[in-house]
């Protein structure tokens, strides 16, 4: 097992171990727009720092742009079957949005957080695709990215295909149509609803966290344009009271200024780590997905395999020319058969044990959120109590004169 | 005479001895009657006063927003010169002319409005006060009816008459009349300070009104916010799931918070603003009024001229229309003397008005100010603490 460091705020952090512990160590950086109009694009710099011998050298600099990223999280999620594969930040659908800064620093964040998810997890460190990402060169990449075929361009829409696939099958069953083809499994059904209940319970919680945001930046703007019209007011007056006007309109505006900061913080300390685990639960319906697909497999080929058997004897006794043929194609599913219990029972194992870190690092990540929003709430408020305070006095003293 | 204040809408009992000559008024119990269209609101008025003048030490009668209309139109008309304390704007929107916060803050500015009316040393001894405060409904609903041309008049046309007088002064300006403006450079000063003081007024008022928006829009996020909370740990069970709970609670306490300062906010800073650019609207009124008696005074004193010089001619000529002529002179005279008494007085009343005006305001702006910057700092102290009391249990979770 190689320790690596966990870089989550996007700075790669030096290796503290001495040089002969393996490290492996990315960051992504330096976001800087390419390109002209429709075609234009973001690149980032992707910085690996490693003593690993599977790599080229200590230190390796690369460019690579958002469709890259898509390009490893779809290979891994087809070749580790049963791994939460680390979420991506979503493709901004509004143009305009697409190159605002607030935009660009949340999507390199989120791409940093999951080159480094991928970088520390024990199975998906090996991946020679991952190698391949943070090394190749640019024209590499390039023609790698463009030889995707058919099931690796399939997007999360497609994902959602093949789990819709599997419900309208259940459907099929309680029906009547099908053999039952869901496990019949306590504790994982327990584990899905508690899956699908959390996706919900998530995205209300993460769109409410979003508007609370807008309403800091609200408030702000209108606390501004308030104290520069009370500014005015204080210099048309003149005299004792128009100097306390004014003093309480600068006020304003510093206040201002500190509940867009906090809207700020909000959103990249706050908002952003919970959309970030509603990815991370829609990552594990996916696997829940792959999980009922290679179950199904292995429930139909033990079905063929049982009826391919069946007509062997039958062939068998009738001492048939085509027992051959049969035998053949038997043993043939026998393998594949034995091959797709195998992978079913893989991902099986393996999701137990994804199961498990996932909690643990998701009760660390929320419970570092929720500490962030409390504190930048509480750090907030103590500001702008401490800023009307400060005024108080003055303010007595013209309202009693 | 001396008169208690009441500001809160809240009749106070007299502090002083019996003997003491005392008004007291206060507005309450807004009651909603009437029906569909004709639904309308009516407030009980209660007058306690050992002043001889009125009936008894203790009157109530019910009055409602157009009753208040009357006798602002009264006062207006006879006493000018004075600032006649503002109403508050009749509500356009159908909506909202009935809901409990715009019938709280109605009553209170109309109480506010007959308080200043008794506080006020010329205002308080007008008959039209009286009536008002004590004459029963149908009394009340008769004079309602009974008015005639320029009581009818509504903000509206006095705005008419200050236009007139502005256009007045463009004419001058383009050479077609005669200067109809006083050169008064400090009563120009005022003027000047009066427009700016409007502008900057309500351009503070409306933005204070947003703040108040903005606050309870707040206030409905981190409630929704609390409640959205509350289920994710709902959903989690162990001690996350405990943390995520109290943190929604404390939310959506915090929501509370909010929507009640965003009351205050409305109720002491946001009224008071709102009262401030009426009163000057008020000012501006009895400018247009002086610009009027000045104009009237002018016009007079130039016919008057003319007569005179007529007369002259006549008596030369002996004419036998010098009798008339004299006769109109006279009249004319007299008229043009009541108007520059008329106009005089308007002046004199004007520059004790606003030295009345500057130190009311001065003190009303003052605890205006004062309110918000004390309840924006309750308000922040109380978020402050309640996010406090919540650290140590998130540390415990973040580090676990």
């Known amino acids: 097992m190689i320790a690596t460091q966990r870089s989550v705020s996007g700075s790669s952090q030096s290796p503290r171990s001495p040089s002969s512990q393996p490290y492996l160590s990315v960051s992504v950086t330096d976001p800087v727009k390419l390109g002209n109009g429709v075609q234009a694009y973001i690149s980032y710099r992707v910085i690996t720092k490693t003593n690993l011998p599977e790599y080229q050298g200590p230190e390796k600099i690369v460019i690579r742009r958002y469709s890259d990223f898509v390009w490893l999280h779809d290979r891994l999620f087809e070749k580790y079957k049963g791994i939460f594969i680390p979420p991506l930040p979503e493709k901004s659908a509004v143009e305009k949005f697409r190159f605002s800064a607030e935009f660009i620093e949340m999507r390199r964040q989120a791409l940093d957080i999951f080159v480094n998810r991928i970088a520390l997890h024990h199975e998906l460190q090996q991946s020679e695709d991952l190698r391949t990402f943070l090394q190749a060169d640019e024209e590499t990449m390039e023609r790698l990215r463009s030889q995707e075929t058919g099931i690796f361009k399939k997007k999360p829409t497609d994902f959602m295909q093949i789990f819709k696939d599997v419900q309208s099958k259940v459907s099929d069953v309680v029906l009547g149509k099908e053999k039952p083809v869901e496990e019949s499994n306590p504790e ?44 005015l007011l204080g210099a048309c007056e003149g005299n004792s009271l128009g100097k306390a006007f004014s003093e309480l309109g600068t006020k304003s505006e510093t206040l201002s200024v500190k509940l867009q900061k906090e809207a700020h913080q909000l959103l990249m300390n706050f908002e952003e780590p919970l959309k970030d685990y509603v990815r991370a639960v829609q990552s594990i319906k996916a696997t829940i997905a792959e999980r009922a697909n290679a179950f199904r497999r292995q429930c ?14 039958k062939l068998t ?85």
């Open 188 to 231: 994982y059904e327990k584990l899905k609803h508690y899956i699908f209940e959390l996706e919900n319970h998530l995205a209300e919680a993460q769109k409410h966290a979003y508007r609370l945001v807008k309403r800091h930046r609200e408030l702000g703007q209108s606390l501004s344009d308030f104290g520069k019209a009370v500014k």
């Open 300 to 313: 139909e080929l033990a079905e063929t395999t049982k009826l391919k058997e069946i007509n062997l004897n």
């Open 317 to 401: 006794l009738m001492r048939s020319d085509k027992v051959g043929e049969a035998e053949i194609e038997y043993q043939e599913l026998k393998v594949e058969s034995e091959e797709a219990t195998r992978m079913f029972e893989m991902i099986v194992r393996l999701m137990n044990e994804e199961i498990v870190r996932f909690q643990e690092q998701k009760t660390l990540d929320m419970g570092i959120a929720f500490h962030e929003f409390a504190k930048g709430q509480a750090r907030l408020a103590n500001g702008i109590a401490n800023a009307w305070r400060s005024l108080i006095p003055k303010l007595e003293a013209c309202s009693s004169s």
